[in-house]
């Protein structure tokens, strides 16, 4: 049975001075599937490891179950946090055939090697590798060693599984047959569980709760369905998947049912949006309105439903149907926009935006990013692995 | 358009150099088999072959006999190979008892200093064995530097001029071996290993004794070459060991063909037993190691964490680190630096700086300094030419020559030096050699020959790490965007494998410059190089004058490796030396 586990106001500082983590709280109900999702150097990985035990917290207190593995006195070594963990490089031990690595992890419950030995075959049975049992890591493939370091985590029975990033060395298909096995897999075993990635599609696909992390602040924390349609920031919307972003101008006029009409800065508006605000605003504010993918409906430019024009810049076919990317008059670029048909690039279009996915933050909040044109995918695009994936249109 | 059709005639010519540079290729592959084959397998071959048929080169009368074999496994002969053997083992096992903590003090903790600890290790590495030999011998020899600073310690001497003294030194050679050997393991071993272990519920101790095993070929690989390198040593054994009366089998060796007359036969014996010696370990320890691969490096293993010891541990860790630098380097500095400032006989204990003046002014002296440093550039270029073509062939694709190839530069490394110096002997001055014109023996040509022979087998295996990460692509994109074969070659290529060409050649001209074993016995009469020179003063009782030119070419070899640092710094474009670093591969 899972453990619950307590967070309260963490922080950690390392001997450089690098702060990793601020004042981070949070609470897990035993048996849930927590992802932790945040770009590199957002202290998810610091955040694991010190529930681990092997990095120390400078600052707050951490419990598993009722009892606090760390504080400002107390620091319990790993061995007797009575969890386990799959690692980034699977870390299994080479020297040990598959069977003794997961049934090393059994010698902590006191049972006689065979039992051990039996425990440790079964395990290796469930995740498909029964047969491979005697063969060292080196004799198998990444897909096989990551299954080894599945079970190895899950074999001992324990409150709480730690997972860090363990799909990030596999190739896209793998990853997905494996994301699934390690989700049926952690449920059957009702273990809590923590896991950390940077693929927002493997934290919404996995989690039972999503904890965004960004620069050391845990920045929302919920589940995926609330982080999706109610992102607390313009960084937890970019993080989680957008369209495109405008600077807008909010409209004295409501919309009604709680949304706001915005203008947005460009020559391509044709008409206000209705948009969800993500902050208090006022009438006249300078605002930047985030557009989800899923919002976003191609139309003719004839067609009076359209609220801005723009130009097919390139379309891509993803097997049910065609990804756009529309250029607005200044340049600032709307993409991943799903259609069944196929427009040819060049061609002048209408965008249709949908109030659900459409999300206007405050000036000061959006101040990081101005428009959508500042982060084109392309030769400018930060590197894949920071940059978050968008979440298929359909 | 016009461009276009101007260089229409360009694609014409294409055939004809295609043609061409193939027929070179397939030339240039029989013609490397062919050197392989001349200066490396056969004189070795011809010399060995001579253990079980003397009559095959007139050196007996037997077809084939082991009368030889039986005579080196009596008398003195047997005496020097039971000693080989058991020197080598205990030298391999101080390897690793020393070898392995300073490694894991450099790579596992904040001991101060740890860079200048591993820096200082290659400087064992590459310093010949038998400069620290006779620098300890100078020092506790019962006319010694010991003795004329009025200690006067016989027991010191006996200790150090015996088995203890022959072990202490090989041993201490032997630590670079181990350090390097478990620098490496656990530099690949990342700290997951021990946090998988401290998380699924082993104790501090229990996640050591868990990763302990993973360092295990590390250790075997160590022995191995500790070992293999002691037994195959020419330096201890004719300095320290020969002026301790106590035999070893490469000594041995020696003194069969230095005698009157040779016996071929019976240093070939000795040859057979020692390449055995080498060979045995090696074999076990790649045997012992296949199937088994422990390999743990990856992209992204996580930096450790190192410890941080105490102020009492890093202090008795410096002093454990100090003592080994002492033993290997400190000593043996202080003993040829000290006796090469004092005049060769009395006890007085006047420093006078006669002897430099004489290394100096003498031609006689200075002369042997001059053509070692010669040799070692004339090798140097050589070897690393020829080193980079068998290195391109064996990065190549494997197949059946290439597997050949990789085994014969194998088994050369690990070919004792003096046996190889001594199949050239034999081999180059057989009558059918003469007979077609080819006299080499006793010239400078075949010492030369003999360095480049045997530099050759180790510059390939050190470069062939840095160009098989050379990725074809970037010889063929310069190709692609208009450079000849040649000019895409020199400007894509070479500038990757600078360093590593630049190092090798530094290893190898070092390492001629101060050659013992193929200088002894390859040397033109009248013209010896330095290592034979220093040993001939230091025979001759002209102890000061051979210490001094041993520390002057110490001295030269260390201002040759700054003048090629840095003059690569200062010359080499900002591009070359942003790319990779000093180490092969």
């Known amino acids: 049975m899972g453990e619950r586990i307590t967070v309260e106001n963490v922080g950690k500082v390392y001997g450089s001075g690098s702060r990793a983590l601020d004042d981070v709280s949070l609470e897990i109900d035993p048996g849930v599937v927590l992802v932790l999702l945040g770009p590199s150097g957002s202290g998810k990985t610091t955040l694991l490891r010190s529930l681990a035990g092997i990095e120390r917290i400078s600052e707050g207190r951490l419990s598993i179950g009722s009892t606090v593995v760390a504080d400002g006195r107390v620091h319990v070594p790993p061995e007797r946090r009575d969890l386990s963990m799959v690692f980034q490089d699977y870390a299994l031990w080479p020297h040990l055939t598959a069977r003794d690595n997961v049934a090393f992890a059994l010698k902590r419950r006191g049972l006689p090697a065979a039992e051990r030995q039996v425990k440790a075959l079964a395990m290796l049975d469930r995740v498909g590798l029964g047969r491979l049992g005697g063969r060292y890591p080196s004799e198998l493939s990444g897909g096989e060693q990551q299954r080894v370091a599945l079970a190895r985590a899950l074999v001992a029975d324990t409150g709480l599984v730690l997972c860090d990033e363990p799909l990030s060395n596999l190739d896209a298909d793998l990853r997905e047959r494996m994301r699934i096995e390690i989700s049926s897999l952690v449920r059957q075993a009702e273990a809590t569980t923590v896991y950390i990635t940077h693929d927002q599609a493997e934290a919404f696909a996995l989690a039972d709760r999503v904890g965004v992390l960004e620069r050391g602040r845990l920045v929302q924390f919920g589940t995926p369905e609330e982080i999706y349609a109610a992102p607390a920031s313009p960084f937890v919307a970019r993080f989680t998947g957008l369209a495109g972003e405008l600077a807008v101008r909010v409209r004295v006029r409501p919309a009604g049912g709680g949304l706001l009409e915005v203008e947005a800065a460009t020559r391509s508006a044709v008409r206000p949006v209705a948009a969800r605000p993500g902050a208090e605003l006022t009438d006249g504010d300078d605002a930047l309105l985030c557009i989800r993918p899923t919002a976003v409906r191609l139309s003719a430019t004839d067609a009076d439903d359209h609220h801005l024009v723009g130009t097919v810049a390139d379309v891509a076919f993803r097997g049910r149907g065609y990804e756009h990317a529309v250029v607005l008059d200044e340049g600032t670029q709307i993409s991943g926009i799903f259609s069944d048909v196929r427009i040819e690039r060049g061609r002048s279009v209408g965008l249709r935006l949908e109030a659900p996915g459409c999300l206007v933050f405050s000036g000061s909040a959006a101040g990081m990013v101005p428009t959508a044109a500042a982060d084109p995918p392309g030769p400018l695009a930060p590197p894949v692995a920071e940059r978050p994936k968008l979440l298929s249109a359909s | ?585």
Request: hydrophobic share 55%; net charge positive.
């Open chain 2, 1 to 585: 358009m016009a461009t276009l059709v101007g260089r229409v005639p360009r694609p014409a010519a294409l055939p004809a150099i295609r043609a061409l540079s193939a027929r070179g290729a397939r030339l240039g592959r029989p013609a490397l088999w062919l050197v392989i084959v001349l200066l490396i397998l056969a004189p070795s071959a011809c010399f060995l072959v001579l253990a079980f048929s003397p009559r095959l080169f007139s050196q007996g009368s037997q077809w084939f006999t082991l009368t030889f074999f039986r005579q080196v496994l009596t008398g003195t002969t047997a005496v020097a190979l039971l000693n080989s053997v058991w020197v080598s083992l205990a030298a391999a096992a101080i390897g690793v008892v020393v070898g392995f903590p300073i490694a894991w003090l450099t790579h596992r903790t904040d001991l101060p200093a740890r860079r200048l600890v591993a820096g200082a290790m290659w400087f064992v590495l590459l310093l010949p064995s038998w400069l620290p030999a006779i620098g300890w011998q100078r020092l506790v020899q019962p006319d010694g530097v010991m003795y004329r600073v009025g200690l006067d310690w016989p027991w010191v001497t006996h200790l150090v001029m015996g088995p203890f003294g022959v072990v202490l030194l090989l041993g201490l050679r032997a630590v670079p071996f181990s350090y390097l050997a478990v620098s490496a393991a656990l530099t690949g071993l990342g700290q997951e290993f021990e946090d998988a272990a401290r998380v699924h519920g082993a104790g501090r101790l229990g996640a050591l004794r868990l990763v302990a095993p993973i360092l295990a070929p590390a250790i075997t690989s160590s022995i191995a070459i500790g070992f293999a390198e002691s037994v195959s040593d020419f330096g201890v054994a004719s300095t320290l060991a020969y002026a301790s009366h106590f035999p070893l089998a490469t000594y041995q060796l020696y003194e069969y063909i230095g005698g009157f007359p040779p016996n071929f036969p019976g240093a070939a014996a000795i040859g057979w037993l020692l390449v055995a010696s080498v060979a045995v370990p090696l074999a076990i320890q790649a045997r012992a190691l296949r199937g088994r691969s422990y390999a743990v490096l990856s992209g992204r293993t996580r930096p450790v964490v190192r410890r941080q010891l105490t102020r009492p541990a890093k202090a008795a860790a410096l002093g454990f680190v100090g003592l080994f630098y002492t033993a290997a380097l400190g000593v043996p500095g202080f003993g040829a630096v000290s006796s090469s400032l004092l005049a060769d006989f009395g006890a007085s204990l006047k420093l006078t700086f006669t002897n430099y003046d004489q290394v100096f002014r003498s031609s006689g002296l200075a002369g042997p300094l001059e053509r070692s440093l010669v040799y070692g550039a004339i090798t140097a270029s050589l070897t690393v030419v020829g080193g980079f073509v068998f290195a391109k062939m064996l990065a190549g694709a494997r197949s059946a020559s290439t597997r050949m190839l990789d085994f014969l530069l194998l088994a050369a490394v690990a070919l004792p030096s003096v046996v190889f110096a001594a199949g050239y002997i034999f081999a180059y001055n057989l009558p059918a050699l003469s007979a077609v014109g080819i006299n080499l023996y006793q010239t400078v040509t075949l010492l030369v020959i003999g360095y480049v022979a045997s530099s050759l087998p180790t510059n390939a295996r050190v470069l062939v790490g840095a160009v098989s990460q050379v990725q074809r692509s970037l010889h063929e994109a310069a190709r692609a965007h208009g450079s000849g074969s040649l000019r895409a070659w020199f400007r894509a290529v070479f500038p990757v494998l600078s360093k590593p060409l630049t190092m090798a050649w530094l290893l190898t001209f070092c390492g001629i410059l101060l050659e013992l074993p193929i200088s002894s016995l390859l040397y033109a009469p009248g013209s010896p190089p330095l290592s034979v020179a220093i040993q001939d003063n230091l025979g001759n009782y002209h102890f000061g004058t051979g210490m001094a030119q041993a520390v002057v070419a110490v001295g030269f070899a260390l201002v040759a490796v700054a003048v090629v640092l840095g003059g690569y710094r200062l010359l080499a474009p900002k591009g070359w030396r942003r790319l990779g670093g000093w180490t092969r591969g």
